[in-house]
Nanobody, 125 residues
Framework: QVQLVESGGGSVQAVGSLRLSCAVS????????MGWFRQAPGKEREFVAA???????????YYADSVKGRFTISRDNAKNTVYLQMNSLRPEDTAVYYC???????????????WGQGTQVTVSS
């Protein structure tokens, strides 16, 4: 069983920064593609960023347009952890942030099999 545990959420003022972490249990972390999602009150969950191994032994990253240039996803396979560095935060970034793991990349249609419990991020103006 794979377990994902997010941490690093909190309250911050606009233009501030936070770094979220997602620790993943299991010995096959490097084989998973990892994603971050968020859900604001009254809204549907939305894709934020993803990172996956590419055929040339490097990682490809993907971002929602709303966070491109401000957020950075990265991973440390030795620590079984994926990160989301969030800079220039805005009040509209306020949401519960979830990390998720999947085996097969299908763009926005990727089916994430494992999910964390979420961590709250609140950005005040």
């Amino acid at each position: 069983q794979v377990q994902l545990v997010e941490s690093g959420g909190g309250s911050v003022q606009a233009v501030g920064s936070l770094r979220l972490s997602c620790a993943v249990s299991g010995r096959t972390f490097s084989s998973y593609l990892m994603g971050w999602f968020r859900q604001a009150p009254g809204k549907e969950r939305e894709f934020v960023a993803a990172i996956r191994w590419s055929a040339v032994n490097t990682y490809n990253t993907y971002y929602a347009d709303s966070v491109k240039g401000r957020f950075t996803i990265s991973r440390d396979n030795a620590k079984n952890t994926v990160y989301l560095q969030m800079n220039s935060l805005r009040p509209e970034d306020t949401a519960v942030y979830y990390c998720a793991a999947a085996m097969l990349w299908a763009g926005l249609g990727t089916e994430y099999k494992y999910w964390g419990q979420g961590t709250q991020v609140t950005v005040s103006s």
